[in-house]
Structure formats: C-alpha cells, structure tokens
C-alpha cells in the first residue's frame, strides 16, 4: 500500500506542472479545473492525513496515563514520533484558554499533573 505523501511524490514526478497548480490547506483550497483529478485528490488526502495525525496527538494528550510504565511509553513515543527533532505535530495546538503552544508543551504539562499522583501513592 503506498502511502498518502507517497502517492503526491509519485504524481509530483508523474505529472506536468500545469497539471498540479491546484493547492489544498487546512485554511482552504485553490482548486485549478484543468488541473488532473488525482493531483487534486491527492492534495485533499494529504490534508486530511495531516488532520488525522494532529487529532491523534491530541488524544493522546488528553489520555493520562494510570502507571509509571504508562508515562514511560508515552514518552518513548513522543521521542519515536518526533523523527526530525521539529517536534511532533509540527503544527502548534490551541488550548481552552487560547493560548498557542506546541504538542510538547501540553504533553509536559499534563505529565507535571500526573507525576505527583505517582509521587504520593
């Protein structure tokens, strides 16, 4: 199975560029009508890919681990995920009270919540 970003590097390759003028953001999409119809496809996959990613590190941010080997797992993952040392997500999350911060950030701050319990017990 080829994978989303695969599969717009592949038509990246494939096409010509006045076939891939069409551009899809989670803000939007510029759609060119006689751009081809997989490349337009393809940028909509892309986005929902992306979209997909962000919700589940959400989750997991919003999931407090119950054990010590939970917050050690959480955290091996965070470090996996983050393949490029750009942090992961990439984009910033907004919290409740609309402040913008990192994936990271929040991550932290839920962790500095539940480690006293672990602490105490």
Same mark, same amino acid.
């Given at each position: 199975?080829? %994978? &989303?970003?695969?599969?717009?590097? *592949? ?17 939007? @999409? ?9 490349? *337009?496809?393809? @940028?909509? !996959?892309?986005?929902? !890919? ?6 589940? !590190? ?24 983050? &393949?490029? #040392? ?11 009270? #609309?402040?913008?911060?990192s994936w990271h950030y929040f991550?932290? @701050?839920?962790?500095? @919540? ?6 105490? %017990?």
């Amino acid at each position: 199975m080829v %994978s &989303v970003l695969d599969a717009h590097t *592949i038509l990246e390759k494939e096409l010509p560029r006045e076939k891939m003028r069409s551009n899809v953001t989670v803000w939007g @999409e510029e759609i060119v009508s006689t751009d081809d119809p997989r490349w *337009i496809e393809c @940028e909509r !996959a892309v986005v929902r !890919a992306w979209e997909a990613e962000t919700d589940a !590190a959400c989750a997991l941010i919003r999931t407090r681990p119950t054990t010590l080997a939970g917050v050690i797992a959480l955290l091996q993952y965070a470090n996996a995920a983050d &393949v490029d #040392g750009e942090t992961w997500p990439r984009d910033n999350l907004v919290s409740d009270d #609309g402040t913008t911060r990192s994936w990271h950030y929040f991550l932290v @701050e839920m962790l500095a @919540e539940v480690l006293p319990e672990f602490v105490s %017990s």
